[in-house]
């Protein structure tokens, strides 16, 4: 199927790794310039050489305005406005039950995982409202709707991240901008390896073990039985941001094997 995607500038953020940079790869497989974003710009170099195609690389920290603004600069003078936003940059930040996660916890992962994607949507905004056609996926989180009580701050920042993408993507729609959301489950990249290296050490077993038992006594929905890939996202992601998608708007499209356990 031609996605219609040749010619379109897309900025994916948290690229240097994981559903970023795969959705990357995919979207330069498909015509598109890609322009790759993240905190080390020593990182994006090596992701960005693996890549095939019109592809550029600049750091920077969703987090800081600053630094955001320095970006929009330079994708302008590289490529262009952009025509499609991707914003994977997160963390899983503070980890523990409710009273053991101070202010400092709650507000270092909020100010990354909702704080980010604010800060980048009000960045680029202008650049996708200009063309007369944009797309936006903003990566949410199972954890959006179906929070686990070792992680309040994660699920809190990604369920505010879908109600953001819900309201914005009643306000430009009418200019050809359309705004949806992707939410994975246990998918196969170093910030669930982190997760899993946590849980070997904490439990005395395996890699794979600690893999096996998440799945067994913490993930009892994913009817697969196993870790999701990268590109297994990533391809749904592309398909929201190509022409193909062009009557899907406000909506949350869960790559989770069937974790959530409501439809
Ligand atoms: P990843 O760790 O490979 O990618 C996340 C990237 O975000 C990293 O490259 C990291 O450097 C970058 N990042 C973190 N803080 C940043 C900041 N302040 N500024 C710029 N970049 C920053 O992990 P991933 O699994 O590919 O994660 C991508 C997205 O998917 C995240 O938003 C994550 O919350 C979400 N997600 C992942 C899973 C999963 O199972 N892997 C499940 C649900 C949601």
């Not at 498909?30 to 905190?39: I, N």
């Not at 920290?61 to 499609?84: K, M």
């Amino acid at each position: 199927m031609n996605l219609g995607l040749q010619g379109r500038v897309a900025l994916v953020t948290g690229a240097d790794s994981g559903i970023g940079w795969n959705t990357a790869r995919l979207l330069l497989a498909e015509g598109a310039t890609v322009v790759l974003s993240d905190r080390r710009q020593d990182a994006l170099d090596d992701a960005a050489s693996r890549l095939t195609g019109n592809v550029r690389a600049f750091a920077a920290d969703v987090t800081s305005g600053e630094d955001l603004r320095r970006l929009r600069t330079r994708v302008h003078n590289a490529v262009g406005e952009i025509d499609i936003l991707v914003q994977s940059a997160g963390i899983t930040g503070a980890q523990g039950l409710f009273h053991e996660i101070d202010e400092a916890g709650w507000r270092s992962t909020v100010e990354v995982d909702l704080m980010g994607p604010v800060l980048l949507t009000q960045t680029f905004l202008a650049d996708l409202r200009h063309g007369g056609w944009g797309r936006i996926v903003y990566v949410a989180s199972e954890d959006a709707v179906q929070p686990y009580d070792n992680e309040l701050p994660y699920c809190a920042a990604k369920a505010g991240v879908l109600s953001m993408a819900k309201g914005l993507s009643r306000s430009y729609a009418d200019e050809g901008l359309l705004v949806n959301c992707v939410s994975p489950a246990f998918i196969r990249t170093p910030m669930t390896d982190a997760m899993m290296r946590t849980r070997s050490e904490r439990l005395q077993v395996s890699f794979d073990e600690a893999v096996d038992s998440f799945l067994d006594e913490e993930r009892p929905y994913m009817e697969l039985g196993r870790r999701g890939e990268p590109e297994e996202v990533a391809n749904v992601i592309v398909f929201l941001c190509s022409d193909r998608a062009s009557f899907v708007n406000g909506a949350n499209y869960r790559v989770d094997s069937g974790s959530v356990a409501t439809i």
